[in-house]
């Protein structure tokens, strides 16, 4: 390997390793939900109330990914992956000091900015540096680690789980984000031999502190006579009032200060004006808002009772109010957040729509398999169900690295149609489950086999996107097609869950009067066993729909994305 | 340089004050301001009262906290909080003529129920009665009581005491509790000697289990509180 070539592998594999992590931190919070709802003052009956924690996630990782990508598309890929990991390490730090569901949700918000943001600037990165021809294999591995992550995500919480609390969880993060992001610093564009303005670190520092000792309150501090002043409000009751909390505020205000006058800033802001003005930031507001109201909308649903969040009818007209203007904007601003013509190719706008059905179908097998699990396996918990779902999930690495390195041999649309060819026939021997079913060898190799198909997807989709679009577009489209992917994912959990549930309305009035079966008022096994039959047909139907969308999604594929034969000459 | 002088002046003028109060405090006297504290509580026709911790040790089961009114009945009303099986289930809770009844917020209506099973005492044993005393008897067994300088709580400054209450104390009320462990405890007394908070510390769920700290508060009331069964 030439050195050029090292330096590239060094800098993906420290990408691919942030993004693994930050995607095992999607689901890392399964685990330490309940402990988190008790530090945040909630009850088991507030569930519902608890569910920001997982979706104020989603929000941070989809709503601003548009714009981080753009940005990355302007700055170049690595400022912008130790911009995410800072983000990334703070929404950790605020996480892990978080003393009520407020600044949990924060916390969370503002890692998901930071998690999802490595996704865009890291594909363009291996379009950048990797030849159109080549680009398969790097792609199926970020995309194996990245599905790795949701494997090891749950393991990692439990084992911190195990010697600490959910706090060291995010301490840990924080500590993986920031040494990963030290690692980067290496590979920034040289400027220059000027070292680091140090008063700036020792400002933004102090702002740190301050803040983090007002969120922590430790008891030796804020008992003490005299120290205890530095906690009291000023004025009122919130702690954000008191001395302490107000002299990081001077810190923070002094340290911009320091930004705008100082020759060698730690932020430049001056290059960030103009940045700033070379993106449509009306466009990306308002896109972010409209997606923001999406996530909101789906994603605070419980998938196996109901379609919609309980504030759908606010931020459903928001979300199209804004995807409207949005649209408007494209058309009349003189620099859209889309450059024209950006996404003109076929398969790049293919890539992006096939992106939108696998999240679709992707979504039914991690929501309804392990719901078919704790239906059908008597007994079982919360954990074994997740066991059956490992059975899927670890398939999916795999195919992924498989899947990159076939497209050296396959072409892309090919490759794609027949990966979700082979999860659609999955789901569709999955719709003729039955009670007994997860207990046969067969069950496991159908598990599988669905995973892997959609794991040798993830490299061809992401290559015709690369191959279609213009480098200087690399990160902006990368991050559409996450986004597509993401929002596929939310509104098919939300369209088969309406199928599955009205399956099961039909399959439960059928059922016979209690009295009927059972010979008696009292419920009694065998009209147990007929709603659990219903439940059974509702998720036939679900599996049955899945098994239609990954077949669009092959269909669409192996025309849009066909004439992107990576071998080209 | 006239600010600063008199800046060193205040400092020297408020170190002054704490060493003067710190040097007051002696083994006897502690015991003494403890005991006047306790008996305010006796005497207390009811009591505004709370027991809480930020979290159990991981899988335990027991009390997060209860907050309330009670009297010496003895009797309590108020919400509790405990944790099992990793969850936190809230309830409103009764509890009076040995009894107690809590209601969820997955049920309309007030169930009797053994608080046994779930691992925490009957809150109004905590208050107990007079001849019977709850933590008011935790407080008058403290051994090693001594005065360990002052304590900020807001816009207030307590005196704080330190001392060790005797596990079998601390079990007769909690029966999940070490009996033969000591438990460090931290008084705040305010300007009338009365209590204004205790942090208990120790195994409360066993000596194989990692330690608890309660903060417990009483604050007197000076009219009766009337507590039935629901």
């Known amino acids: ?569 | 340089m006239f600010t600063s002088r008199r800046v060193l002046t205040a400092i020297a003028l408020a170190a002054a004050l704490t060493l003067g109060a710190c040097s007051g405090g002696s083994g006897g006297d502690a015991e003494k301001q403890l005991a006047a504290a306790a008996d305010v509580l006796a005497n207390a026709e009811a009591i505004d009262f709370s027991i809480s911790t930020t979290a159990l040790p991981s899988g335990e089961k027991g009390l997060l906290s209860a907050e309330g009114t009670a009297n010496h009945s003895p009797a309590f009303q108020g919400e509790v909080k405990a944790v099992a099986g990793g969850i936190t289930i809230g309830a409103e809770v009764i509890a009076t003529d040995g009894k107690v009844w809590a209601k969820t917020g997955f049920s309309p209506v007030f169930m009797s129920l053994d608080p046994e099973r779930l691992g925490a005492p009957d809150p109004a044993t905590l208050v107990g009665t007079k001849d019977n005393p709850g933590i008011t008897g935790w407080i008058t067994s403290t051994v090693e009581a001594k005065v360990d300088g002052k304590s900020r709580d807001g816009k207030d400054v307590y005196t704080k005491i330190t001392g060790t209450i005797p596990g079998k104390e601390v079990a007769a009320l909690l029966p999940s509790a070490a009996a033969d462990s000591d438990f460090q405890v931290v008084y705040r007394l305010n300007s009338d000697g009365e209590l204004h908070d205790m942090k208990v510390t120790g195994a409360f769920y066993g000596s194989d289990v990692d330690d608890v700290t309660y903060t417990l508060k009483a604050k007197p009331l000076s009219d009766p509180v009337a507590i039935e069964a629901p």
């Open chain 1, 1 to 569: 390997m030439t050195p050029k070539a090292l330096a590239s592998s060094g800098l993906l594999a420290l990408a691919a390793v942030a993004i693994g992590f930050a995607a095992a931190d999607t689901y890392v919070v399964v685990l330490a939900l309940p402990d988190m709802m008790t530090a945040a003052g909630l009850t088991a009956d507030e569930l519902q109330r608890a569910a920001p924690i997982i979706s104020g996630f989603l929000l941070g990782y989809v709503a601003v990914l548009p714009l981080i990508g753009r940005i990355s598309d302007l700055r170049g890929r690595v400022p912008v992956l130790l911009g995410c990991l800072v983000v990334f390490a703070l929404g950790s730090v605020i996480t892990a000091a978080g003393y009520d569901l407020s600044t949990i949700v924060l916390g969370r918000t503002i890692q998901g900015i930071g998690g999802g943001g490595l996704i865009p600037p890291t594909l363009a990165l291996i379009a950048d540096r990797w030849p159109v021809e080549r680009r398969g294999l790097p792609l199926g591995i970020v995309g194996a680690v990245q599905e790795l992550g949701s494997v090891v995500g749950p393991l990692l919480g439990a084992a911190v789980l195990a010697i600490g609390t959910w706090h060291d969880i995010f301490w840990l993060n924080a500590a993986v984000g920031v040494a990963i992001a030290v690692a980067l610093v290496r590979y920034l564009p040289a400027r220059g031999h000027r070292r680091p303005d140090l008063l700036s670190i020792a400002l933004l520092s102090l702002t740190a502190v301050c803040w983090l000792l007002v969120m922590v309150q430790p008891p030796v501090l804020l008992e003490g006579v005299t120290t205890g002043l530095a906690f009291l409000p000023l004025a009122g009751w919130s702690r954000w009032l008191s001395p302490l909390a107000l002299a990081g505020l001077g810190f923070l205000g002094w340290f911009i200060v320091r930004q705008l006058t100082n020759d060698a800033p730690l932020i430049d802001v001056r290059q960030w004006r103009e940045t700033a003005k070379q993106i449509d930031l009306l466009g990306a507001t308002l896109l972010a808002v409209s997606l923001g109201a999406v996530i909101v909308t789906f994603a605070s649903a419980e998938p196996e009772k109901s379609v919609l969040g309980a504030d759908s009818l606010f931020t459903i007209p928001i979300a199209l109010i804004c995807a409207g203007a949005f649209v408007w904007r494209q058309r009349t601003a003189a620099e859209p957040l889309v450059p024209p013509r950006s996404l003109s190719q076929t398969p790049a706008w293919g890539s992006i729509v096939v992106s939108f059905f696998v999240g679709s179908a992707l979504i039914a097998a991690l929501v309804d398999i392990p719901f078919f699990a704790r239906l059908t396996i008597s007994g079982s918990s919360q954990l074994e169900a997740a066991l059956i779902l490992i059975q899927f999930l670890i398939a999916l690495p795999i195919g992924a690295v498989l899947g990159g390195w076939l497209s050296r041999f396959v072409s892309t649309a090919k490759l794609t149609a027949a990966a979700m060819a082979l999860s659609g026939l999955c789901f569709a021997l999955m719709s003729r489950w039955q009670q007994d079913s997860l207990n046969t060898l067969s069950a496991t190799a159908v598990l599988a086999a669905c995973g892997l198909g959609f794991g040798l997807a993830i490299a061809p989709v992401n290559a015709a996107l690369l191959a279609h679009t213009a480098d200087e577009v690399h990160g902006l489209t990368s991050a559409l097609l996450v986004v597509a992917r993401m929002v596929g994912m939310l509104i098919g959990i939300s369209a088969l869950t309406t199928i599955g549930l009205r399956a099961f309305h039909n399959a439960a009035a059928k059922i016979a009067p209690v009295k009927e079966l059972c010979g008696s008022k009292t419920s009694c096994a065998a009209y147990a066993t007929a709603l659990q039959d219903a439940g059974i047909s509702q998720l036939q139907a679900v599996f049955t729909g899945a098994a239609i969308t990954a077949f669009i999604a092959a269909t669409l594929a192996f025309w849009l994305l066909r004439d992107t034969d990576n071998v080209k000459s």
